[in-house]
């Protein structure tokens, strides 16, 4: 029963380092999502993907790309690291978009 | 621009009731959802609000008014493992695209 996985769970990375986050879910969902989560901050949305082969931009999307590999996987890449991208990483799923999102456990980012 | 207001920290004693307020402007809006996250771990769904009214799933109860703008969140019979941060997002748009709040710290004392 694993739900929604993240990998890696922490990262450090020097300014200007490429990442890819990865995220895959186990649950058939349709839509999935990626939040930061900056310190006493709540969830900002960065990219989403409402269905297998389509994606779309959040509220902060600058800096980051995303692929809908396949059903099961949502990946989040930062080109060119900066500090501001410092923060924790949520990766979420739904069956559908009304319905509740399942959330990984996070991945801690810092970036120096 | 689009915001929520919810109070930043709350504090209750074991067995007692909480309510958490959540007010929002948004540009549209589909429904409030409800979510916990404790210690900084994987936030987990409580509730949704589509329609005026209160929805009940046992110690918890979420309300909506949407003339008002407005929502709360009601803990009932407090124990200590609801001390955890609790936050409102609306769902501003027929994607699933949710707005969050900033959080309510609540800490349940003995």
């Known amino acids: 029963n694993a739900g929604v996985t993240q990998t890696p769970k922490f990262q450090v990375l020097k300014t200007g380092q490429s990442m890819t986050l990865q995220c895959a879910q186990d649950?058939?969902?349709?839509?999935m999502y990626w939040y930061r989560q900056d310190p006493g901050m709540g969830l900002r949305l960065i990219y989403y993907?409402?269905?297998?082969?389509?994606?779309d931009k959040g509220e902060v999307p600058n800096g980051y790309n995303v692929s809908r590999l396949n059903k099961r996987e949502f990946s989040l890449r930062l080109e060119s690291a900066a500090p501001s991208q410092t923060s924790v990483y949520f990766c979420?799923?739904?069956?559908?978009?009304?319905?509740?999102?399942?959330f990984g456990d996070g991945t801690r980012l810092s970036i120096l | 621009g689009q915001s929520l207001e919810q109070p930043s920290e709350v504090t209750a004693v074991e067995g007692a009731i909480v309510q958490i307020n959540c007010t929002y402007q948004?540009?549209?809006?589909?429904?409030l959802s409800w979510y916990q996250q404790h210690d900084g771990g994987a936030p987990t769904f409580l509730s949704y609000?589509?329609?005026?009214g209160l929805e009940e799933t046992g110690r918890f109860s979420s309300f909506l008014s949407r003339s008002d703008s407005y929502g709360y969140l009601l803990l009932q019979e407090l124990q200590m493992k609801d001390s955890a941060s609790y936050f409102c997002?609306?769902?501003?748009?027929?994607?699933?695209?949710?707005?969050f709040g900033q959080g309510t710290t609540l800490q349940v004392k003995p």
């Open positions: 948004t540009s549209g809006f589909y429904g």
């Open positions: 609000n589509a329609l005026d």
């Open positions: 649950m058939n969902h349709n839509s």
């Open positions: 997002a609306v769902e501003t748009g027929n994607t699933g695209k949710l707005i």
């Open positions: 993907s409402a269905s297998e082969g389509t994606t």
């Open positions: 979420a799923s739904s069956y559908d978009r009304d319905q509740p999102q399942h």
